[in-house]
C-alpha cells in the first residue's frame, strides 16, 4: 500500500508571495492532518480535515488555511508568505473520525523556504 | 506551556546495550501515546502506541511502558543498532473536542555507537 505523498517536495519563494501544498493520503484514510516543523518551535499541528470538513484548528494566523477534497486529498495554502513561513510542513493521514486508537502516518514534508 | 516533554535532548549507547527515552505529559485528558522516529528533512516514522488503558506495549525490539500515575512514558529499544540513530519525537492526543490533533515533545537525538 502506497504511503501519504507530497507535493511538491521542496518550494523556494519570496515574502509575500503564496504558496500552495498537496497531500494524498494513504489509501482509505479518511483524515489528513497538517504539521509545522521549525527547529525553535518543533513540530506543531495546523489543521485536521475529514470528510471534507475542518475539525480542528491549531493557533496559526489566518494566512494559513485548507481544504480536503471528495478523494480525501487535501492542500494546504500560506498566503502572504513572511521569513517565519520557512519550514518543513508534514501532512498525516489516518483513518478517523478517530477510534480510541487511530494512528497517524506522515508523508516526507515539503520544505519551505522564504527568502 | 508545553503539555508533552522530553528533557534529555539527546543520549548516546553502545550498540547492543538499552535505549531508553523518556517522556512526561502534563494533560491526564490525553488517552494515546505514539512515538515516532525522524531523519532529518523526513517525515516522522510511526514506531509504536500505547493506549491509557494498557501499560505496557511491545513490538520487537521496542517496548514502550506508560505510568499514567506518574504521567510519564518511555520507550525501550534493545539491543540498540546503529541504524536507531535518529531523533525521537513522543506524541499524545486523545483530548475530547481536540480529536486528530497529536502534542509533540521537542525530541531526543539517539546517537548508538559501533
Known amino acids: 500500500k502506497a504511503g501519504v505523498t507530497q507535493t511538491p517536495r521542496y518550494l523556494i519563494k519570496t515574502r509575500g508571495q503564496q504558496v500552495t501544498l498537496s497531500c494524498s493520503p494513504i489509501?482509505?484514510?479518511?483524515?489528513v492532518s497538517w504539521y509545522q516543523q521549525t527547529p525553535g518551535q518543533g513540530l506543531q499541528f495546523l489543521f485536521e480535515y475529514f470528510s471534507e470538513t475542518q475539525r480542528n484548528k491549531g493557533n496559526f494566523p489566518g494566512r494559513f488555511s485548507g481544504r480536503q477534497f471528495s478523494n480525501s486529498r487535501s492542500e494546504m495554502n500560506v498566503s502572504t508568505l513572511e521569513l517565519g513561513d520557512s519550514a518543513l510542513y508534514l501532512c498525516a493521514s489516518s483513518l478517523g473520525p478517530r477510534a480510541l486508537t487511530d494512528t497517524q502516518y506522515f508523508g516526507p514534508g515539503t520544505r519551505l523556504t522564504v527568502l | 506551556d508545553q503539555q508533552v516533554k522530553q528533557n534529555s535532548p539527546s543520549l548516546s549507547v553502545q550498540e547492543g546495550r538499552i535505549s531508553i527515552l523518556n517522556c512526561d505529559y502534563t494533560n491526564s485528558m490525553f488517552d494515546y501515546f505514539l512515538w515516532y522516529k525522524k531523519y532529518p528533512a523526513e517525515g516522522p516514522t510511526f514506531l509504536i502506541s500505547?493506549?491509557?488503558?494498557?501499560d505496557k506495549n511491545e513490538d520487537g525490539r521496542f517496548t514502550v511502558f506508560l505510568n499514567k500515575s506518574a504521567k510519564h512514558l518511555s520507550l525501550h529499544i534493545v539491543p540498540s543498532q546503529p541504524g536507531d540513530s535518529a531523533v525521537y519525537f513522543c506524541a499524545a492526543s486523545g483530548v475530547p473536542g481536540n480529536t486528530g490533533k497529536l502534542i509533540f515533545g521537542q525530541g531526543t537525538t539517539l546517537q548508538v555507537k559501533p
Open positions: 489509501s482509505g484514510h479518511r483524515s
Open positions: 500505547i493506549s491509557s488503558i494498557k
